[in-house]
């Protein structure tokens, strides 16, 4: 089966901008989780889908969002664009959200 | 919420040891706990993971164990190769929050030859 895939790999954006990430999930995956992934942070839980409804969310400002398509492919928004949004954006998918989780390969997004 | 701790932060060891990390995880609810490995430049791989129904859990030179009781778990590397130094990071899930993993803050293992 072909991996979960991300698109774009690398991103240059300007303050205040707003950028949209895209995610296509393994094959019969229908949960996708988005995670930020910084040097100071770590690793932080921004939102799940599953059948197209956001089922879990994590604590970030409304800036980030999501939303899933009837194929489980997934994407997420940021707007308004601030120095602190550099990051990389890993997605996950699994079969139901409740095991195993397999990630992208992740869009590094850098805001000047 | 869920805090997930990991230690060491940083860990070297000479080809052929053990390398052991561990995690301590504060939300008894959770019963899914997955290990992955980064290697620079690329995605988290899952290497590992343990169900709460589990005490240990083995895979060649990888396993895991769960204290549920004191509320952590570990990894523990046998005959370490240069190839396994990468950052490793734990987490902890509960299945009625699915897909909302806690990470640690991972830890970077390096093996020298």
């Known amino acids: 089966k072909a991996g979960v895939t991300q698109t774009p790999r690398y991103l240059i954006k300007t303050r205040g901008q707003q950028v949209t990430l895209s995610c296509s999930p393994i094959?019969?995956?229908?949960?996708v989780s988005w995670y930020q992934q910084t040097p100071g942070q770590g690793l932080q839980f921004l939102f799940e889908?599953?059948?197209?409804?956001?089922?879990n969310k994590g604590n970030f400002p409304g800036r980030f969002s999501g939303r899933q398509f009837s194929n489980s492919r997934s994407e997420m928004n940021v707007s308004t664009l601030e120095l602190g949004d550099s990051a990389l954006y890993l997605c996950?998918?699994?079969?139901?959200?409740?095991?195993?989780?397999?990630f992208g390969p992740g869009t590094r997004l850098t805001v000047t | 919420g869920e805090n997930v701790e990991q230690h060491p932060s940083t860990l070297s060891v000479q080809e052929g040891d053990s390398a052991v990390i561990k995690c301590t995880y504060s939300?008894?609810?959770?019963?899914?706990f997955p290990w992955y490995k980064q290697e620079l430049g690329k995605r988290p791989q899952l290497i590992i993971d343990?169900?709460?129904?589990?005490g240990e859990k083995k895979d060649q030179r990888i396993a895991v164990t769960l204290n549920k009781t004191a509320k952590h778990f570990s990894l523990h590397i046998t005959e370490t190769q240069p190839e396994d130094s990468a950052v490793y990071f734990c987490a902890a899930r509960r299945n009625t929050n699915a897909g909302k993993s806690t990470f640690g803050d991972g830890t970077t293992l390096t093996v020298k030859p």
């Open positions: 094959s019969g995956h229908r949960s």
């Open positions: 343990i169900r709460s129904n589990v």
């Open positions: 939300d008894s609810a959770s019963n899914y």
């Open positions: 996950a998918s699994s079969l139901q959200g409740d095991y195993e989780q397999y």
């Open positions: 889908y599953f059948s197209e409804t956001q089922r």
